[in-house]
């Protein structure tokens, strides 16, 4: 059987997704990072009183149980991080819409209990692997079912072109019985092997394709969903059996397919009419791709969740469904979608976005007979600590910069402090106890005491005031320095 061996580098982000969600009762966000955990993990963690106090919320049923689950959670984050089995980078901006809308107990307490269930986050595919301790690593890849999808729509593509319908019926739509007639069913797309990975979790925004409002640019933010991503220049390896198929044409139908879509993100103007994606582009990426030419041994495909209706059809047999108006409820068909859904940082902006599933294929080795499921696991386990170590990483400076921040604000507090205060409070400032002020002053340490003694004396009967115990209670001691203070004030 023939192979070949593929490195892919996600040109955007990827949600391949798993059909699960981050459900906001089995995670919190903290600083920038969703720390998700199991129910038992927790539970075992908490102290004897505090499992009592859970299990009493959890028996209860109560309709606002998944608040008050989320509000004891809340209340012990220390232990959700740390029996957290998967750590992932938030946006700034979802941070504060957890903050907002879930961290904010006694405003989830106040609102419908729906606010609290719209904080789904959909979920990637990820590989659970269990490492040495008895525990569980986690790590983000590409679905090998995916990759085979994509690549099957565009061959299915090339065949209908080039020969037909009838012989794409043929060729690629037999069921039952007649399954074997199948020419893909011995194209096989192994799961992706990760060399390199990052996740995080932001905002996936729906924006018009032929129609940009420019006076009133909040009015361009459609929809918008919470969204796990793995991140753009992530790298993985796939092993592909093609068999008697000649995969070289099979590739290049992946560009003859995609190319057209991933260029037209770059357009004003296609189909003589007005495009405006390109208005909500990252820089670097418009900048990066927007002339972008494959070489010999590229191809380029699209997967994942919001590909796009025409990456996921066939030029010259779709048969898109767009929404014409609500109210009433009209509908068309159409070749091509009117929205597309952008990846941002933000819910709130229209600018700095990145398209979803682009992919970009290499041929690294042709007839590899060695499969990469031997090494896979230990080197996702590896991948998967790495990502942990980094995080934990970013975390330590993160706690370094506060830390500093805090320090530098202390200190222009303080030196905004001395710089309002007198000579005279400047002078008691320096002394940590002000009985020990006092004996310099009767033995005769101050600089120029006769000169300030009166003033230095009511600065210090203030202060003792303010602790009756060493002023209106004075005893021993705080009795003769109270005696002492009153006579150069002459009080009687």
């Given at each position: 059987?023939?192979n070949?061996r ?7 982000p ?9 459900e ?7 600083d920038d990072?969703?720390y ?7 539970y075992m ?10 299990m009493?919320?959890v ?10 689950i989320?509000k ?22 979802l941070?504060k ?7 904010n107990?006694?405003q ?7 606010v ?12 659970q ?9 986690h ?7 995916s ?5 099957s729509?565009a ?9 037909g319908?009838?012989a794409?019926k043929?060729k690629f739509?037999?069921v039952?019985?007649?399954m074997?007639r199948n020419?893909?069913r ?11 990975i990052?996740t ?14 420019s006076h ?10 919470y ?14 059996s093609?068999?008697?198929?000649d995969i070289?044409e099979?590739?290049?139908?992946c560009?003859?397919?995609y ?14 009419r007005d495009?405006?994606i ?7 990426f418009y900048?990066r791709?927007?002339?972008?030419e ?5 191809y380029?495909?699209?997967?994942g ?5 025409r ?8 048969k ?15 070749e ?7 990846f941002g ?9 990145l ?5 970009l294929?290499?041929?690294?080795e ?18 998967a600590?790495e990502?942990?170590e980094q ?9 370094k ?8 604000e202390?200190?222009?507090?303080r030196e905004?402090e ?5 000579p005279?409070q ?6 940590d106890d ?10 005769g ?8 003694k ?7 009967k ?7 115990r ?9 009795l ?6 009153e006579g ?5």
């Amino acid at each position: 059987m023939s192979n070949i061996r593929v490195k892919l580098t996600a040109l955007t982000p990827l949600h391949i997704g798993s059909g699960e969600v981050y459900e906001p009762t089995n995670f919190i966000i903290d600083d920038d990072i969703l720390y998700e955990f199991r129910d038992e993990d927790f539970y075992m963690a908490l102290a004897p009183i505090q499992q009592k106090v859970f299990m009493e919320i959890v028996d209860k049923n109560s309709s606002d149980s998944f608040i008050k689950i989320h509000k004891f959670i809340k209340n012990n984050k220390d232990i959700a991080i740390k029996v957290a089995s998967v750590m992932v980078r938030v946006t700034s901006d979802l941070q504060k819409a957890y903050n907002n809308k879930v961290g904010n107990i006694s405003q989830i307490e106040s609102k419908n209990i729906r606010v609290f269930n719209q904080f789904e986050i959909q979920k990637i595919q990820r590989k659970q692997i269990k490492t040495q301790a008895d525990g569980y690593a986690h790590t983000g890849y590409i679905v090998g079912s995916s990759l085979k999808g994509a690549i099957s729509t565009a061959y299915q593509e090339f065949i209908y072109k080039k020969d037909g319908a009838n012989a794409l019926k043929e060729k690629f739509q037999s069921v039952g019985k007649e399954m074997d007639r199948n020419i893909f069913r011995e194209f096989k797309v192994s799961d992706s092997f990760v060399t390199k990975i990052g996740t995080q979790i932001g905002f996936a925004l729906n924006k018009e394709r032929f129609h940009y409002d420019s006076h009133n640019p909040q009015a361009n933010i459609k929809l918008s969903t919470y969204i796990e991503v793995i991140d753009r220049d992530s790298t993985f390896e796939v092993d592909i059996s093609h068999g008697r198929l000649d995969i070289r044409e099979i590739l290049q139908s992946c560009n003859a397919h995609y190319m057209p879509i991933f260029k037209s993100i770059f357009a004003s103007k296609l189909n003589n009419r007005d495009e405006y994606i390109n208005e909500y582009l990252n820089a670097d990426f418009y900048e990066r791709y927007r002339h972008f030419e494959l070489k010999p041994n590229q191809y380029l495909i699209r997967v994942g969740k919001h590909s796009g209706a025409r990456a996921v059809t066939i030029e010259g047999m779709r048969k898109i469904k767009s929404l014409i108006s609500s109210k009433p409820y009209r509908t068309e068909i159409r070749e091509e979608e009117t929205t597309s859904w952008l990846f941002g940082e933000s819910d709130k902006i229209n600018s700095n976005l990145l398209p979803f599933g682009w992919v970009l294929c290499e041929i690294i080795e042709d007839n590899n007979p060695r499969g990469l499921e031997a090494v896979d696991r230990l080197h996702s386990l590896k991948i998967a600590k790495e990502q942990e170590e980094q995080i934990k990483k970013e975390l330590k400076q993160k706690e370094k910069e506060a830390l500093e921040k805090l320090e530098k604000e202390a200190k222009a507090k303080r030196e905004a402090e001395l710089n309002a205060m007198s000579p005279i409070q400047r002078l008691i400032d320096n002394y940590d106890d002000i009985a020990i002020l006092i004996n310099d002053m009767k033995d005769g340490k101050i600089e120029e005491f006769e000169s300030i003694k009166v003033q230095l004396a009511k600065e210090i009967k203030v202060i003792l005031e303010k602790e009756p115990r060493t002023w209106e209670n004075a005893k021993q001691k705080a009795l003769k320095r109270k005696e002492y203070i009153e006579g150069i004030l002459n009080i009687k």
